[in-house]
């Protein structure tokens, strides 16, 4: 074997280390936001701070690694913030929490693949739009297909006019709103980090 194809091998293998040892520190981490997030509250959910490292995931180690985090940020609210509606439906809260995690990390991750030859930092910014997007729009799908009574009768109770003004204005409004400000503050400014550390 030639020397550069052994220097070609050896650098894949020391990038797929890397990645896998990013993508277990950003999967802890995604532990822990969500598990502090259940005392940042906003309304009657906790605040999803975990869309930025899967946006840093999506950034750093590609679409594999974001649906995986996304994943694990779906399981971990299905374990401390999902009681209200695994009370009405254990299938389709399990559905719709597994499934919104899962897709908004993999929608962040194919963005960012997309537009990252074009322009880094505006693959970093659309990516970190997007994630709370598909997060928050599967959500409401979710409250549609399978809550639509109780989530009616919960904003009746809080002085709404229907279902679709509680779920826009006050279940998922103010939530997704700080999602998104958040995601774009923050995610480029670590992923910017990141590929300083990584140039040293």
């Given at each position: 074997?030639?020397?550069?194809?052994?220097?070609?091998?050896?650098?894949?293998?020391?990038?797929?280390?890397?990645?896998l040892?990013?993508?277990?520190?950003?999967?802890?981490?995604?532990?822990?936001?969500?598990?502090?997030?259940?005392?940042?509250?906003?309304?009657?959910?906790?605040?999803?701070?975990?869309?930025?490292?899967?946006?840093?995931?999506?950034?750093?180690?590609?679409?594999?690694?974001?649906?995986?985090?996304?994943?694990?940020?779906?399981?971990?609210?299905?374990?401390?913030?999902?009681?209200?509606?695994?009370?009405?439906?254990?299938?389709?809260?399990?559905v719709?929490?597994?499934?919104?995690?899962?897709?908004?990390?993999?929608?962040?991750?194919?963005?960012?693949?997309?537009?990252?030859?074009?322009?880094?930092?505006?693959?970093?910014?659309?990516?970190?739009?997007?994630c709370?997007?598909?997060?928050?729009?599967?959500?409401?799908?979710?409250?549609?297909?399978?809550?639509?009574?109780i989530?009616?009768?919960?904003?009746?109770?809080?002085?709404?006019?229907?279902?679709?003004?509680?779920?826009?204005?006050?279940?998922?409004?103010?939530?997704?709103?700080?999602?998104?400000?958040?995601?774009?503050?923050?995610?480029?400014i670590?992923?910017?980090?990141?590929?300083?550390?990584?140039?040293?």
């Amino acid at each position: 074997m030639k020397s550069t194809e052994i220097l070609s091998t050896t650098n894949k293998r020391l990038m797929a280390t890397r990645a896998l040892a990013l993508g277990a520190i950003l999967t802890a981490l995604v532990v822990v936001l969500q598990c502090m997030g259940q005392f940042i509250r906003f309304g009657m959910f906790s605040i999803s701070l975990v869309l930025i490292p899967i946006v840093i995931g999506a950034a750093t180690c590609g679409p594999k690694v974001s649906t995986w985090l996304g994943f694990v940020f779906g399981v971990v609210v299905l374990l401390t913030d999902a009681g209200a509606f695994l009370a009405v439906s254990v299938f389709g809260t399990v559905v719709t929490v597994l499934v919104k995690g899962a897709a908004c990390g993999l929608a962040a991750g194919l963005v960012y693949k997309l537009l990252e030859n074009k322009n880094r930092w505006l693959a970093v910014m659309a990516s970190a739009i997007v994630c709370p997007i598909v997060n928050t729009g599967i959500f409401l799908i979710g409250c549609v297909l399978f809550f639509f009574e109780i989530v009616e009768g919960w904003g009746l109770a809080l002085g709404f006019e229907n279902a679709a003004a509680y779920m826009f204005l006050g279940l998922a409004g103010g939530n997704f709103l700080f999602e998104m400000a958040a995601n774009l503050l923050l995610s480029p400014i670590v992923v910017r980090l990141l590929q300083i550390v990584k140039k040293n």
